[in-house]
């Protein structure tokens, strides 16, 4: 069965530093989203992605955040300067369809640690 | 805006027990509501997704149903097996289709 498969499993970074967050989406799917989850906190959405361009994006998603599609198979999240509260699970998702009857498939995530 | 809270929190069931969870959110103007499990340190698995025209969905030992009008759906688990135990987690999506979770319900079934 098809899945989202994200890299690294597991990041560690000093504060300030630039992280790459890696997805490959289900191949045929068109919406790829960016999640996070701080430990013990709920899951919450950071930016939803269509057609090359963002479509929608919640506060968390500043400045210091952006994401792209470099080719057919990868979507990635960057943090340009990482602060100690962007340690959290990261995890990537995508859907055929938005909204409606369209479900989103979770990939295993990337738990992100800032020191 | 979309507040989302499930009750209980967290529930230790022994095997067999046929169980409930909760879900309710303030704003009803929903597209869809969807609940997932989630293992520990592991994504999300889609578990059911009920579209706002729908009353509820089936899926094995799984039914959720959905009551749009006073913002609650509930996630019926029958005959809990040791494998069930995960946190459950509700989502809504609304607006803009943005899903909005809650905090989700851990559960534990113990042999």
């Known amino acids: 069965e098809p899945e989202v498969t994200q890299t690294p499993s597991h990041q560690v970074t000093q504060m300030g530093q630039e992280v790459i967050l890696r997805c490959v989406p289900i191949s045929n799917h068109l919406y790829f989203y960016w999640y996070r989850q701080i430990l013990g906190q709920k899951v919450e959405f950071l930016v939803s992605f269509y057609n090359n361009e963002i479509s929608e994006k919640s506060e968390i998603f500043d400045d210091q955040f952006s994401v792209e599609r470099p080719d057919g198979s990868n979507f990635t999240l960057k943090i340009r300067s990482t602060k100690l509260e962007d340690s959290a699970m990261y995890f990537c998702?995508?859907?055929?369809?938005?909204?409606?009857?369209?479900?989103?498939?979770f990939g295993p995530g990337t738990r992100l640690l800032v020191l | 805006k979309q507040e989302v809270t499930q009750i209980p929190a967290a529930l230790s069931v022994p095997e067999g027990e046929n169980l409930v969870l909760n879900c309710s959110f303030t704003?009803?103007?929903?597209?869809?509501l969807q609940w997932f499990r989630q293992d520990p340190g592991k994504g999300l698995t889609s578990l059911l997704l009920?579209?706002?025209?729908?009353r509820e969905q089936t899926s094995g030992r799984l039914n959720a149903s959905l009551d749009k009008s006073s913002g609650r759906s509930t996630l019926y688990i029958a005959a809990s097996q040791p494998g069930d135990s995960a946190t459950y987690l509700c989502a809504v999506e609304g607006g803009s289709y943005i899903p909005t979770f809650g905090r989700g319900t851990s559960l534990i079934v113990h042999p």
């Open positions: 998702a995508s859907s055929e369809g938005s909204g409606g009857a369209w479900t989103q498939y």
């Open positions: 704003d009803s103007a929903i597209y869809n």
């Open positions: 009920i579209q706002s025209s729908q």
